[in-house]
């Protein structure tokens, strides 16, 4: 099977933007997790959707937002970015207990 | 905020030393999983240990659990270059398993 796959890989935006990341995970797998990582903060939880419902969200602020549609794609969005955004941004598919991570996106806002 | 710690922050060893990492929590938990990632990259995950299960392998990896210590370890036998890398547990909470809280991670330099 095919993992899980994010796009794009790398990312500059300016302060103020938005922008959009997409993941598509592991083909059956309809549990997606999307977290941020930053030297600072580590690794930290943002929101979790199952059929295309949120079920859980970290304690992020409201310019954080997701979606998941019908195929268990799922799309991230940050509006009004702030230098502190930059980070990689890690989603993961999820089968029973095991929680399995994309390679990122890495975004830099300058 | 991180509900584990990792110990140590940086680990150095030569080839086909072993390597010890270790990982406390706050909560109770359903499962414990560890994780790697080589240079800002994504997390491949490596083992899964269930609360009720104290010690698990999986070729050189050997991960055990003492829930009543609410810490774990990760030891990997005989070292390759290749595991160079950082190592993070992650638990989920007893009430909400869908969210992974990370371990601040141990970085680990095996030198050839």
């Known amino acids: 099977k095919a993992g899980v796959t994010q796009t794009p890989r790398y990312l500059i935006k300016t302060r103020g933007q938005q922008v959009t990341l997409s993941c598509s995970p592991i083909?059956?797998?309809?549990?997606v997790s999307w977290y941020q990582q930053t030297p600072g903060q580590g690794l930290q939880f943002l929101f979790e959707?199952?059929?295309?419902?949120?079920?859980n969200k970290g304690n992020f602020p409201g310019r954080f937002s997701g979606r998941q549609f019908s195929n268990s794609r799922s799309e991230m969005n940050v509006s009004t970015l702030e230098l502190g955004d930059s980070a990689l941004y890690l989603c993961?598919?999820?089968?029973?207990?095991?929680?399995?991570f994309g390679p990122g996106t890495r975004l830099t806002v300058l | 905020s991180q509900q584990g710690e990792e110990d140590p922050q940086a680990l150095s060893i030569q080839e086909g030393e072993n390597a010890t990492m270790n990982c406390s929590y706050k909560t109770s938990i359903n499962n414990l999983q560890w994780y790697r990632q080589n240079s800002g990259r994504g997390l491949v995950h490596l083992i899964l240990i269930r609360s009720n299960e104290r010690e698990k392998h999986s070729g050189r990896l050997r991960v055990t659990l003492d829930t009543s210590k609410k810490s774990s370890s990760l030891l990997i036998t005989a070292s390759r270059a290749a595991d160079t890398a950082s190592y993070f547990c992650a638990t989920d909470v007893a009430y909400n398993t869908d969210k992974l809280i990370f371990g601040t991670g141990t970085r680990l330099q095996v030198f050839p």
């Open positions: 083909s059956g797998h309809r549990s």
């Open positions: 993961a598919s999820r089968w029973g207990s095991e929680q399995f």
């Open positions: 959707y199952f059929s295309e419902t949120q079920r």
